[in-house]
């Protein structure tokens, strides 16, 4: 560990117990010097409280070689736009955060935390920057929903087009999304589950977690007309059309939505590679779109679909973790990886990818939570 970051991680140690405490005073000085922000936050704050603050410290904490997650920071100031963030917030939200630190800590704190913490920031923050003043697109999209269907009891699959201009992206990615009628100004990241199209239509895959706020709006209360707010394009887990290697994609409840995406991406010009996947849900019920994906896998010859269930006994099929079941196929030396689905589901497959000395230069994966 750098000594950057064993000073951010000592530091933060000192007020780690008392974050909610920290929370408060941070969101109370940023509305109190600069009253006309609260309006880019949600509209009740007492339980989304820790969402900015949290974010900041787990980016300050463990970007520990900015360079690497350049793009992603990139990616991250593009899509602030969508909260009408503007530079000069960025020493508004960084002076609070630094105050409430210093409040927090007491007399420990010293002044190489400071910096340790004020450098950190202002790193991660000129780079959101510098990715937010190269974007040329609208901030977000306004899109209508042409479909809605429920699949399960938690599962909804729909789709929605942009209205005024085309929104680009490749497949494999995800954007923010909101439900202004619903939900206004919580926004949420969905994977696109097709790849682009003429039409220009963007499909969805939304499983509604139990106090979920944005999945259960989207899976029970959107209806066809009704309008999204779309954030743009982010995440880099897409194909590599120079790759020839065979490909495994390893997809966990509507984790499968940006698999489904990558495999239409190949269905338009692969011949020669092999594509295997391997869809775990709970349940039965929750193979949402397994009649899909055995289309697919009849349709094409390279495609081949393994389905399994973890908490199902009477599922004719593979038992068990999605990652176990990886494991009794194979060998898996020499393909391209992508794993998508909660943290723990991608977490326990990179831990079974790591057993089976699959390089991790060879796998892509976003997850649906930290890691
Ligand atoms: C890159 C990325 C892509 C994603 N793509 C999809 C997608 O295609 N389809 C999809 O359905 N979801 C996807 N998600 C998850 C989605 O962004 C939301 O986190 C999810 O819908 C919950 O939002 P919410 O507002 O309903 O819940 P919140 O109001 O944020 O949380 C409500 C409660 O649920 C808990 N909770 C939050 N997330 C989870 C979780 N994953 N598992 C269990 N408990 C949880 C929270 O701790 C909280 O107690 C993706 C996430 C990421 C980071
Ligand atoms: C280093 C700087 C920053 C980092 C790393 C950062 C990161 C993040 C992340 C990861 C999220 C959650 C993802 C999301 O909801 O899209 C978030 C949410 C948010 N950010 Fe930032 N952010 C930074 C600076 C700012 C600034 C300067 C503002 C402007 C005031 C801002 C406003 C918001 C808002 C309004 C939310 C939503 C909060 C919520 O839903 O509770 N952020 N930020």
Redo the contacts with the bound molecule.
Sequence with gaps: MGNLQRLLKESWTLVEEQQDKVAGYFYAR?FLSNPH?RH???VT?DV??A??LG??V???QSLDDPDRFEEY?RQ?GR??RK?H?EPE??D???GALLEALRTFAGESWSIEYDQAWGDA?NV??KK?ISGAEADTNPAFWHAEVLTHERRSRDIAVMTCRPLQYPLEYRAGQYV?VEAPRYQP?????YSMANAPNKEGTIEFHVRALGAGWVSSALVRRVQVGDLLRIAAPMGTMTLDRKSTRDVVCVAGGTGLAPIKALIEELTRYNRTRWVHVFFGAKDRDDLYDLPELNKLAARYPWLSVVPACSEDRNFVGEQGNIGEVLARYGPWGDHDFFVSGSSSMVKSTLRTLAELKVPAVRIKYDTFGDI
């Excluded at 100004?185 to 990241?189: F, S, V």
């Design positions: 940023i922000l880019l936050f949600p704050m989304q409280r969402r900015l974010a900041i787990t980016a300050v920071l991250l899509d602030h909260f963030v917030h960025y508004v939200v960084g920031y991660i923050a959101m923010s100004r919580l926004w949420r990241t």
